[in-house]
């Protein structure tokens, strides 16, 4: 059984085109992650929802856009790619509050030509 | 400005020995401190988490410390196996007081044990 899911696992598109990545975790938590993990592998948090609700957001561009239908999932659409936001994306997720354990998905590397 | 430095040298033993991996941080007053482990092309695994009220944190070969006045936290593996080389990461709660302490991440040490 995967606990913390992510489709797809590489995304390769052009830049200007808008995708999405979506994340399901199973393990009945109420916190879920999105990470951006560039090339020199710094993690950085970019939104955190909590029962549904948003209660993190970082300094992200406008252009991504989470989105979480039940606790269980956590979709991220991204509008009009550009270079810089080749990455891997992580979901993840844990028990509230912020500072337990996460539990992270496999990853989506997405690469902007 | 708040700061997490991790040896940013690679780090190689050999098949036995301890490992002991760093994490300073400035700046910063946490209260919980966590260690993963990410292995190439995949997300990062939870090892330990330890409060800043506990010196010190065992899970079978691995221990943690935690220095609230150096402000460092140490990872080390006993009895190193090569199955031990990954990148390991600690993560510091920071924000504003109450649950919505977000981790705020390091860069991670590359561990290699050699046979």
């Known amino acids: 059984d995967t606990a913390v899911s992510q489709t797809p696992k590489y995304l390769v598109t052009q830049m200007g085109n808008d995708k999405s990545i979506k994340c399901e975790q199973n393990l009945g938590h109420d916190t879920m992650y999105w990470y951006k993990q560039d090339s020199k592998k710094f993690l950085k948090i970019m939104f955190s929802?909590?029962?549904?609700?948003?209660?993190i957001n970082e300094t992200v561009p406008n252009r991504f856009s989470p989105k979480s239908p039940d606790k269980a999932h956590l979709n991220l659409h991204i509008n009009s790619l550009e270079l810089g936001d080749s990455a891997v994306y992580f979901c993840?997720?844990?028990?509230?509050?912020?500072?337990?354990?996460?539990?992270f998905g496999p990853g989506t590397r997405l690469t902007v030509l | 400005s708040q700061k997490i430095e991790q040896n940013s040298e690679a780090l190689n033993i050999q098949e036995g020995k301890t490992a002991t991996l760093t994490c300073n941080y400035t700046?910063?007053?946490?209260?919980?401190l966590q260690w993963y482990r990410q292995d190439p092309g995949r997300g990062p695994v939870f090892l330990l988490l330890?409060?800043?009220n506990e010196k010190e944190k065992r899970k079978e070969r691995l221990k943690v410390t935690f220095d609230t006045t150096l402000k460092q936290s140490l990872f080390h593996i006993t009895a190193s196996q090569p199955a031990d080389s990954a990148t390991y990461l600690c993560a510091l709660d920071r924000g504003n007081a109450g649950n919505n302490r977000k981790l705020i991440w390091g860069l991670g040490t590359s561990l290699a044990v050699n046979p």
């Open positions: 330890i409060r800043e």
């Open positions: 929802y909590n029962n549904k609700e948003l209660i």
């Open positions: 993840a997720s844990s028990q509230y509050p912020l500072f337990n354990e996460q539990f």
């Open positions: 700046n910063y007053s946490p209260a919980y």
